[in-house]
């Protein structure tokens, strides 16, 4: 069961992380190195807690991308004082 | 909560001509383009560069997405459907085949079906304002939609003339570059961004609104929404079956990059520098 969560979580990293700014393989490596530093935790809790700061990534990376959209809109099309 | 039984659709048009180089340095400063071709994996920095025979901009390999005013748009149409003050949302986009991916990316916002207006090859090159405004009139009337929310502008043509054609083209009201919608019984209350400030008016539905950057924060499609989204329709129609020309009446003659920044001069005291400013005959 956590498993299928945790590959979701993985995936969806995934796919947010290619529009990061430093780079898709940048991300994709992180993402990576990460999921394989945690690849022997098995307890539930622990799994619980990893998957909650994973969605809490998903989140932060949201509003990175739409902060930069946001700021790059406002400076192109709005007069900045 | 206010329910409107009048309004059943809010068609959401949407826009594919958006270039995603936000935040990565393009050399030749370039708001603008893309639309098209194969969508490839954006590269970390991404050069925009005027085509050879300078007719336009090279659009080969140059990811594109939905624009970005349009994506506002479309989160305003489905909170909309979120408080349930319409009854459906239908995501609209005219281009090739790729365009698709655009329809979706709305679909997995919450749209609830797609329509994809097929124009490929060398009208898709002359696809202006006019010919897609025509287009979106023309499936207003077919659909019986009551409500037009588009983006205020493409960021690649900055034409700002889409949602203002497909008023006039139906005859019904608009508000434009709206900040803030408000839907009440068959009347629409909008708070426009203009010159001077902000302006309310209030116009009866039918109408057509263009989203301003201001209206709300669109949503990302996640990954459950997206496999979601793949179940929803997708309609393919063209031009000629909604009887539109889609034949330009303008020519591109000229195409080119803005002007290289000029190296700077330094100058070692204030008389150096307005002598040099009286030179070049700016003082």
Same mark, same amino acid.
């Given at each position: ?10 995936? %969806? =990293?995934?796919?947010? /992380?290619?529009?990061?700014? !430093? ?25 619980? %807690? =990893?998957?909650?700061? /994973?969605?809490?990534?998903? !989140? ?7 902060l930069r959209k946001y700021r790059a809109l406002k400076k192109r099309y709005y007069e900045t004082e | 909560m206010h329910r409107s039984s009048e309004v059943k ?197 039918p109408a057509v609104v263009t989203a301003d950057l201001r209206l709300n924060t669109p949503r990302y499609a996640t990954l459950p929404n997206i496999m979601k989204a793949k179940k929803k329709k997708i309609a ?48």
């Amino acid at each position: 069961m956590s498993e299928i969560e945790v590959l979701l979580a993985e995936v %969806e =990293l995934l796919f947010l /992380g290619r529009e990061y700014p !430093k780079g898709a393989d940048y991300s994709r490596d992180r993402l990576r190195a990460a999921f394989a530093k945690n690849k022997d935790v098995h307890d539930p809790e622990k799994i619980k %807690e =990893l998957i909650s700061r /994973g969605e809490f990534v998903v !989140k932060e990376l949201e509003a990175l991308y739409y902060l930069r959209k946001y700021r790059a809109l406002k400076k192109r099309y709005y007069e900045t004082e | 909560m206010h329910r409107s039984s009048e309004v059943k659709h809010v068609a959401s048009y949407l826009n594919t001509r958006g270039c995603e180089c936000f935040g990565q340095p393009c050399e030749s400063h370039c708001p603008v383009l893309t639309d098209r071709t194969i969508h490839v994996q954006l590269k970390t920095f991404i050069k925009i560069r005027v085509k050879p025979d300078r007719t336009g901009v090279v659009t080969d390999g140059v990811k594109h997405s939905m624009n970005p005013f349009c994506e506002i748009a479309v989160e305003e149409a489905i909170k909309l459907k979120e408080k349930k003050l319409v009854k459906e949302v239908v995501a609209v986009s005219c281009g090739p085949q790729q365009v698709q991916e655009t329809i979706r990316t709305a679909l997995a916002m919450g749209a609830d079906r797609g329509i994809h207006v097929e124009v490929s090859g060398k009208d898709y090159e002359t696809l202006g304002p006019l010919q897609v405004s025509k287009i979106f009139a023309a499936l207003a009337k077919k659909e019986q939609a009551d409500l037009i929310i588009l983006g205020k502008q493409a960021i690649d043509d900055d034409c700002n003339q889409t949602g203002q054609m497909t008023a006039a083209l139906l005859d019904w009201p608009q508000g434009t570059f709206a900040s803030e919608m408000t839907l009440e019984a068959d009347k629409l209350k909008v708070v426009r961004e203009v010159d001077g400030g902000l302006e309310t008016i209030k116009i009866k539905l039918p109408a057509v609104v263009t989203a301003d950057l201001r209206l709300n924060t669109p949503r990302y499609a996640t990954l459950p929404n997206i496999m979601k989204a793949k179940k929803k329709k997708i309609a393919n129609v063209k031009p000629a079956d909604l009887g539109v020309d889609v034949c330009s009446r303008l020519e591109v003659l000229k195409v080119d990059e803005p002007p290289q920044r000029q190296a700077g001069v330094k100058v070692e005291t204030v008389d150096d520098l307005v002598g040099k400013l009286k030179e070049a005959g700016r003082v």
